[in-house]
């Protein structure tokens, strides 16, 4: 099956500093891979969704330059946390629909543990 | 608003027996619904997709229900085993070109052995 990586897995950082977390589809291409924060026993949040060649698109309250979105290539998304602040401490979580068809279903990575200090 | 409401209390059941898990909707057309399981510290793991003209899908021991006039979905776990515990959310989609999802809040099952 379809495979999405995220590197790191977990990451603690002193508050102010920036932190860039990786998405990678292993095994498709995905020209749309989406961005999701989830804070303990909440629902998982959609903060942005990452196109490939062209800018992201952010949802409503969600600020586009403390949230920097880049998908380079059609394998890879980075998500890059600018100015970390405690509040920011969250699960962060992508995910991938594969190109082409049946790009209903999503297959997400494992996750980001950010733990701001 | 659009909003999806899942109970969220824990289900506690028995090994063996079916677990039923409830999502409702409002304010909300969606074109398909999707269910995930989600383990503590994990990211969600895809189950079943169910369309807004199906009533019905199968996996294995899954069933998913739509009823669009009721806006409401059930997922169900038959013969369930310790090893089904986890959170199960419920998504929505609209069906435009985006393919965003929204998630609901999530309920955590328990199969005691």
């Known amino acids: 099956g379809a495979v999405v990586s995220q590197h790191p897995s977990w990451v603690i950082c002193k508050s102010g500093t920036s932190v860039k977390i990786e998405c990678r589809s292993l095994d498709f291409q995905a020209t749309t891979m989406f961005w999701y924060r989830q804070f303990p026993k909440q629902s998982l949040m959609l903060m942005a969704t990452s196109n490939e060649g062209s800018k992201a698109t952010y949802e409503q309250g969600v600020e586009k330059d403390k949230f920097l979105i880049n998908h380079a290539s059609l394998t890879l998304s980075t998500l890059t946390v600018t100015s970390a602040h405690p509040e920011d401490s969250s699960f962060y979580i992508c995910?991938?629909?594969?190109?082409?068809?049946?790009?209903?279903?999503?297959?997400f990575g494992p996750g980001t543990r950010l733990l701001v200090l | 608003s659009q909003k999806i409401e899942q109970n969220s209390e824990a289900l506690n059941i028995q090994e063996g027996k079916t677990a039923t898990l409830t999502c409702n909707y409002t304010?909300?057309?969606?074109?398909?619904l999707q269910w995930y399981r989600q383990d503590p510290g994990r990211g969600p793991v895809f189950l079943l997709l169910i369309r807004e003209n199906e009533k019905e899908k199968r996996k294995e021991r899954l069933k998913v229900t739509f009823d669009t006039t009721l806006k409401q979905s059930l997922f169900h776990i038959t013969a369930s085993q310790p090893a089904d515990s986890a959170t199960y959310l419920c998504?929505?989609?609209?069906?435009?070109?985006?393919?965003?999802?929204?998630f609901g809040s999530g309920t955590r099952l328990l199969v005691r052995p």
């Open positions: 995910s991938a629909p594969p190109r082409g068809s049946f790009q209903e279903t999503q297959y």
């Open positions: 304010n909300y057309s969606p074109a398909y």
């Open positions: 998504a929505l989609a609209g069906g435009d070109s985006s393919y965003k999802l929204i």
